[in-house]
């Protein structure tokens, strides 16, 4: 299982009215039910990896040092696998950079990952993008309610983490098709 990191597993951080990430280890706070969704997964067997685009490191706003402190603190409480970061500006059109799919080949070759087996949870059109196109399914975590199923087989909503995980789960161990939830 697949995770981006700001929105989904912590908290944006709110500038200039706009949501950004956080720059600064005391910035970065987990979302609610982070630990209660990743400790699901664990116990059912997946194996957790984040794969999260961080530009403001490129654009100095961002210390390496912090940014390596916050992902410590997301492998530690959330026992993850790996996290793979695209430190890079969208401008430079970097092959890491979601929604382009290097970080997640590079899970498959160092963790023989079947990308076909796996979910991506997100909570941007990027994220679903991204594991659309690299043969994930994915789940856009959002608290507007969508209605009924998308149109696309292999993207799903949900109103929570939690619940978003519920249904995957479900899904995989009923052999159902998930359904978007509300």
Not at 98 to 116: H, M, Q, T, Y
Request: include cysteine.
């Amino acid at each position: 299982m697949f995770f981006d990191r700001d929105g989904t597993l912590n908290a944006h951080v709110v500038r200039d009215d706009r949501r950004s990430s956080p720059w600064r280890v005391d910035e970065f706070t987990l979302v609610p039910d982070a630990v209660v969704a990743a400790a699901a997964l664990r116990a059912a067997g997946a194996r957790l990896f984040v794969v999260t685009n961080q530009p403001d490191v490129h654009r100095g706003l961002l210390d390496p040092c912090d940014l390596d402190s916050m992902h410590r603190q997301l492998r530690e409480i959330l026992v993850l696998d790996h996290v793979y970061v695209c430190p890079h500006v969208a401008a430079l059109r970097c092959g890491c950079r979601k929604p382009a799919g290097a970080l997640f080949r590079r899970a498959v070759e160092e963790f023989e990952i079947d990308l076909s087996r796996s979910w991506m949870f997100g909570d941007r059109a990027t994220d679903a993008q991204a594991a659309l196109s690299a043969g994930l399914r994915a789940v856009v975590i959002t608290p507007v309610q969508r209605a009924a199923e998308s149109t696309a087989p292999d993207l799903f909503y949900a109103t929570s983490l939690t619940s978003g995980v519920r249904e995957v789960l479900r899904a995989r161990d009923d052999r159902h098709t998930i359904r978007s939830t509300e």
